[in-house]
């Protein structure tokens, strides 16, 4: 329950300066006085502070985008942003204030899906957010490694161009795949001036971006520069490689690993990215696994249509949600030839679970069946959570290749 001397509002232009400041500090970070990149996304009529007294304590934000489900479709999504609480104003119920806000907000303007990077791990699922509904991989492999013989890589010319001449060109391939890719979300106007920030202090000590256009395709990278009289040991930082076609996604791999001085490449990448089943070696290719998107379902009568289903089902569901009440209870899930509905009903639950599961699940993400094994989905009617585990499996695995 949230400190009874807390308020909370919507931001305007004069609280950016202590805006970033909590920020900062939430995150023991530095606060230089300039212009954070993020504001140049920030929605202020979405963005709200915490306050004790005069004092901001707390900040959190919604960016409105778009976002593929299954099926690629395009579902609105609220993009939880900048949640951040002042050092020693926590455990006082800021960040609960900060989501109650939100997500009765959206539940309000109709927006039934929010979704967020979750800074830890153990934070979001209190407020239904479902881990792992996107994963992520952060992959490396060295150099230098053959293409097993059925990958055909064609002519066509990659040119390294200019952030300016690049610009363009991307934006039109990105819009092309993100609306066939799971997870993938739409970008506005500044969204890849943040994505794509290259000030001295977003670098990490690698170069400045390199933008390379394939006809069908293009590649983002950064250089870290090591030298050493055994051979090329430079690395590749790949930011994102986007593509319109398989073709051209395997000139682009094979121009990064030819690419001369370079002896390892590394990249956040989807968890099926087929990198590992084109190369000669796949034990060369190393995978560690992460959670990216969290996803919540505001309304779950009105999420749960948003996408297509892989089979047909017909299920009771009783959801607990103790943060959005009008969630909790029971549901009859129905799906025929891809299409669901969603209704009330009084009837026996043939499934229980808790509505962060259904947000685990929603993209096709985590199997329902695992999260059985996991004590958050309880069966009632014996061959149910199998039936939905197959009905919310996707074809390929959900992945959202930006952090916002």
Same mark, same amino acid.
């Given at each position: 329950m949230a400190d009874s001397a807390l308020s909370i509002r919507t931001i305007d232009e004069s609280?950016?300066?202590?805006?970033?400041?909590? !920020? %900062?500090?939430?995150?023991?970070?530095?606060? +230089?006085?300039?212009?954070?990149?993020?504001?140049?996304?920030? $929605?202020?009529?979405r963005a709200h502070a915490v306050f004790d007294g005069d004092e901001m304590i707390g900040t959190a934000g919604i960016l409105t985008r778009e976002i593929t489900v299954?099926?690629?479709?395009?579902?609105?999504?609220?993009?939880?942003?900048?949640?951040?609480?002042?050092?020693?104003?926590?455990?006082?119920?800021?960040?609960?204030?900060?989501?109650?806000?939100?997500?009765?907000?959206?539940?309000?303007?109709?927006?039934?899906?929010?979704?967020?990077?979750?800074?830890?791990?153990?934070?979001?699922?209190?407020?239904?957010?479902?881990?792992?509904?996107?994963?992520?991989?952060?992959?490396?492999?060295?150099?230098? !490694? %053959?293409?097993?013989?059925?990958?055909?890589? +064609?002519?066509?010319?990659?040119?390294?161009?200019?952030?300016? $001449?690049?610009?363009?060109?991307m934006r039109e391939f990105h819009e092309q795949v993100r609306t066939t890719r799971v997870g993938w979300l739409s970008r506005v106007e500044h969204t890849w001036d943040v994505h794509l920030a290259d000030r001295e202090v977003d670098r990490d000590g690698l170069t400045s971006y390199r933008y390379c256009l394939h006809p069908e395709g293009y590649v983002v990278f950064r250089v870290k520069a090591n030298r050493d009289p055994g051979g090329p040991a430079s690395e590749l930082h790949v930011r994102e490689l986007v593509c319109t076609t398989e073709q051209a996604y395997a000139d682009l791999y094979r121009f990064l690993l030819d690419m001369d001085l370079a002896g390892e490449i590394s990249f956040y990448t989807a968890w099926d990215d087929p990198i590992t089943h084109m190369v000669d070696n796949p034990r060369k290719v190393r995978r560690e696994a992460g959670d990216a998107l969290w996803v919540r379902l505001v309304d779950v009568d009105r999420a749960l249509p948003l996408r297509a289903y892989s089979s047909d089902v017909d299920s009771v569901l009783e959801v607990e949600d103790s943060f959005c009440p009008w969630n909790s209870g029971r549901w009859r899930f129905t799906v025929k030839g891809g299409e669901a509905t969603v209704t009330r009903t009084e009837d026996p639950a043939d499934v229980s679970l808790d509505v962060a599961a259904l947000g685990s699940a929603f993209l096709g993400g985590v199997r329902l069946s695992v999260l059985k094994r996991a004590h958050r989905v309880v069966e009632h009617t014996p061959g149910h959570v199998n039936a939905l585990t197959t009905a919310f499996l996707g074809v390929t695995e959900p992945h959202c290749p930006e952090v916002f």
């Open positions: 609280d950016l300066p202590d805006f970033q400041r909590v !920020m %900062a500090w939430a995150f023991l970070g530095d606060h +230089s006085g300039e212009d954070s990149k993020w504001l140049k996304v920030l $929605e202020r009529d299954p099926g690629g479709r395009q579902a609105p999504a609220g993009a939880v942003t900048v949640v951040s609480v002042k050092p020693g104003h926590r455990r006082r119920g800021v960040a609960s204030l900060l989501m109650k806000t939100q997500l009765h907000g959206m539940h309000e303007d109709g927006e039934a899906l929010a979704m967020l990077w979750a800074s830890e791990g153990s934070i979001y699922r209190r407020y239904g957010y479902g881990e792992f509904a996107t994963s992520i991989a952060m992959l490396t492999m060295p150099t230098r !490694m %053959a293409f097993h013989p059925g990958v055909h890589v +064609s002519d066509a010319r990659i040119r390294q161009v200019s952030r300016e $001449e690049a610009l363009p060109v």
